[in-house]
């Protein structure tokens, strides 16, 4: 691969305030990139979102290679032992292949910020929530994209196997890949998240999309069946309005050139596979395109032989990658408003993010403190950058760090970005303040919430929040 070019890569990155995360990059069995993006460092896991599914999908395929499941199984056979609600002739006909190609015909709705995964989160077992769904169309008919689906395949993997899809996968797959450092969160019947919320480091990434490169083998073992890998990268349903096909619990894209195959999470989570250039690439960030770097690693793959040594690009790169875990740093100015606001604390009014109140307290002109109040735990105080360069703090979900930085936007207004960095999340908050009170907008990048308005104030009950 060219050096220069994938260089060039980490000058795009910079000069557009990209947040990628990560870039892994393994062509012919070889890292040839490896750069993490601070503040997202190496050893750290990531939410991979819907990655999880392609994961999911991969655990059935081993359950099935070890006779666990079945691939044409029908449900009702898989939970024999419960009722089954709006049982009907379709319904008798859903298999375990339908869940891994979302043509299940279940009545599932993936718009409003997928509906039916929030309902069934609701509910008090998510595995019967989906099960007992309508049918709206004949399985295999239609894809519809179902979180729902994928977490009732896990349930199924359990139900086969006695274990969560996270024990199965310890023993069948993430320990024999030397996968040791991951998070993956089940509800209160022991299932793991089928559609998301697996935790994995991007190596770690990149070893599941060398799997799947090589038809399911590892080494000198066969840890996926190898029809079964096969099958899962040929399309077996296509969705509406686009080009891409989907596999098992993968998306297809084989008209492009070179052809590749991904597992794909909303932030820009992704592991791409090509296997006309033999080539994985693992992205993780909080919100951005991966095409967009993506167009540079194409044009890196210049040749499928040894390019002649170039020394000067291979240390540009070097570089680059070194530089890419560093901060640039700036400055904030600090206006009169900063002391009379600093150390109060403002109640803040109903609003879906769980806050509470806050205290924001400045003491110079390079870091600043924020103190959030919330409903569901106890939240340390963390510290905010004032200088451009973001003040990275311990503690945050699932374990991981938290980068949160700030500025003043006008003599009124402190804008401060908070990011979750490996949990994908990063929301900016804006706080405009007039007297006792403060107005707090926030935002989040990939859209989890928009448009949330919450009144604070350090004098009497805050009215409620409003969510635009």
């Known amino acids: 691969m060219d050096s220069e070019v994938l ?17 892994t990059i393994i062509r012919n069995g070889y890292v040839v990139v490896d750069a993490y993006f601070w503040p997202f460092q190496r050893g750290q896991y990531h939410d991979v979102a819907s ?23 029908p449900l009702t056979s898989v939970f024999a032992a419960q009722d089954i609600a709006n049982l009907d002739e379709r319904k008798k006909r859903l298999t375990v292949e339908h869940l891994m190609t979302m043509t299940s015909g279940l009545d599932c709705d993936a718009s409003q910020g997928e509906i039916t995964l929030s309902r069934m989160r609701q509910s008090s077992d998510w595995g019967r929530f989906m099960l007992d769904l309508p049918m709206r169309d004949e399985p295999g008919s239609r894809f519809e994209y179902c979180s729902g689906g994928m977490h009732l395949l896990s349930a199924a993997i359990t139900k086969a196997t006695g274990q969560s899809a996270f024990d199965f996968a310890r023993r069948e797959l993430f320990g024999p890949l030397g996968i040791n450092h991951a998070a993956w969160p089940m509800d ?28 399911g083998r590892w080494e000198d073992r066969q840890l996926v069946p190898t029809a079964w890998m096969r099958a899962a990268v040929r399309p077996q349903a296509r969705p509406e309005g686009g080009d891409e096909k989907y596999g098992y619990g993968l998306w297809l894209q084989p008209d492009r050139k070179p052809s590749l195959f991904e597992a794909n999470g909303r932030g820009g989570q ?3 596979v090509s296997p006309e250039k033999n080539v994985v690439v693992v992205f993780t960030g909080g919100e951005f395109e991966p095409g967009d770097i ?32 560093r901060p640039l740093p700036s400055l904030s100015l600090m206006p009169p408003l900063a002391k009379a606001v600093s150390g109060k604390r403002y109640a803040l009014a109903e609003n879906p993010l769980g806050l509470n109140a806050l205290t924001l307290t400045f003491s110079g002109a390079e870091a600043a403190q ?39 936007e006008s003599n009124s207004t402190f ?46 009950r805050a009215v409620s929040g409003q969510v635009h």
């Open 7 to 23: 260089a060039n890569a980490f000058d795009y990155v910079r000069e557009h305030q990209t947040p990628i995360h990560s870039l």
């Open 51 to 73: 990655v999880t599914k392609s994961v999911t999908t991969t655990l059935a395929g081993i359950a099935i290679g070890k006779h666990a499941l079945k691939l044409h199984q």
């Open 188 to 215: 209160n019947h022991g299932v793991s998240y089928g559609w998301g919320d697996l935790h994995l480091e991007p190596l770690d990434m990149a070893k599941l999309g060398y799997l799947w490169l090589n038809d």
């Open 270 to 272: 992704r592991i791409s």
């Open 294 to 325: 993506g167009t540079f690693i194409l044009a890196a793959l210049k040749s499928d032989r040894p390019l002649p040594e170039n020394p000067a690009a291979a240390a540009a790169l070097s570089a680059a990658v070194n530089d890419a875990a």
């Open 370 to 408: 924020l103190q959030f109040e919330l409903k569901s735990r106890n939240e340390p105080s963390r510290p905010i950058g004032l200088d451009g360069t973001p003040r990275v703090s311990p503690d945050g979900n699932f374990g991981l760090p938290v980068a949160v930085s700030g500025r003043w």
């Open 415 to 460: 804008v401060f970005d908070y990011n979750e960095i490996g949990n994908i999340n990063a929301y900016r908050f804006r706080l405009t303040f007039s007297g006792d009170d403060v107005d707090v907008g926030v935002s989040e990048r990939s859209r989890v919430i928009q448009g949330v308005r919450i009144h604070g104030t350090t004098a009497g």
